[in-house]
């Protein structure tokens, strides 16, 4: 398979390649990056490489043997996939027990066992804490591949004993060329939703094949607007829904954050680095009654927020410090 079947990052998978077919594949590897950006996508093909039964190392990930085919369909006896049950939650202590029981046995088929961790920025520190009695001392034959928006937000610890591979947005260019080669999209479809996607390719593939994932930016930025209409009781009513909702909010304010920073570009007079070209006509109003400052501030302050949910803030709360400062323009 070209480049394991993965959208750019041509270098780094060079480089697990052989790394795989050296049999020196790290036994603890972090992958970080934004949401979407491809963080499963490189994990399954780490996994179905080690666990590949192709004769040439090389050609590894075959996608063909019995041992691809499972693992891409989820039943690898020696692969396990470990997500938070919450949405919004991290993974919880139990699930890392669970986990370290399956590791302590050898593999069933292969050489490997790898288990997949998602969502390592939500975990706490107790699950952390165990996590890292784990990667201390794993078994000879045992893989594990953390996935992690930020590895800043992480246990130190846990970041050392691993080899950090950060996912970066791509260009537009490369995804636009791999939504039309790949997945057949139309060439003005294509950059659009490449315009749309902040470099990330998965984000990209599911607006191109689910519509939901557009409409939700969408409403997004219609809250966006929205908001600087409300006075201060109705934001705190909407601050109190979302928060019910908390699962979604991660994504809701990086809309929030990229449509500001589209006021922004505007406010700067580089109408060329738009995102929402559709919203053009109410950003560049929005754009001449606020000033540099106070947009900026609200970049700061959704940064902020991000940082914050992170951390697994209260989140209704967050939202209503955030609304107290958002620019009210009846
Ligand atoms: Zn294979």
């Keep these: 398979m070209e480049n394991w079947g993965i959208v750019g990052y041509n270098w780094l998978v060079q480089q697990l390649q052989h790394a795989v077919a050296a049999g020196v594949v790290a036994q603890s590897l972090l992958i970080t990056g934004p949401e979407s950006i491809g963080k499963h996508t490189l994990a399954l093909a780490i996994a179905e490489a080690l666990l590949c039964e192709a004769p040439d190392p090389l050609q590894r990930p075959c996608g063909l043997c019995s041992a691809c085919r499972r693992a891409a369909a989820g039943n690898h006896p020696d692969l396990g996939l470990v997500e938070p049950e919450t949405e919004g939650r991290g993974v919880k202590i139990e699930q ?72 970066r947005p791509l260009d537009d260019a490369i995804i636009a060329q791999a939504l039309v080669e790949r997945w057949h999209a139309g060439e003005a479809e294509a950059s659009r939703l490449a315009r749309l996607s902040g470099g990330r390719m998965g984000w990209a593939v599911r607006a191109l094949t ?44 990086e809309y929030w954050r990229l449509g500001w920073r589209d006021v922004l570009m ?44 992170l951390r697994n803030a209260n989140t209704r709360l967050l939202l209503e410090t955030l609304f107290l400062d958002w620019p009210e323009l009846y």
């Design 210 to 253: 689910d519509p939901a994932h557009l409409q939700e930016m969408e409403a997004a930025l219609g809250q966006l607007f929205a908001l600087l209409q409300m006075d201060l009781p109705a934001r705190f009513e909407l601050a109190q829904t979302l928060a019910q909702n908390s699962g979604g909010l991660s994504q809701l304010l």
């Design 96 to 167: 890392i027990r669970d986990m370290e029981r399956f590791l302590s046995l050898t593999p069933n088929v292969g050489a490997h066992k790898i288990t997949v961790i998602t969502d390592l920025e939500l975990m706490n520190l107790n699950a952390g804490n165990a996590l890292l009695k784990t990667l201390e001392e794993p078994p000879a034959y045992a893989h594990l591949i953390l996935l992690a928006t930020d590895a800043d937000t992480l246990l130190p610890t846990i970041v050392s004993r691993s080899q950090h591979l950060p996912l």
């Design 266 to 309: 505007l406010q700067q007079a580089n109408p060329q680095e738009l995102m929402f070209l559709e919203q053009r006509a109410t950003l560049e109003a929005l754009a001449s009654r606020l000033d540099v400052a106070s947009t900026t501030r609200m970049l700061h302050l959704l940064t902020e927020a991000q940082a914050n949910l």
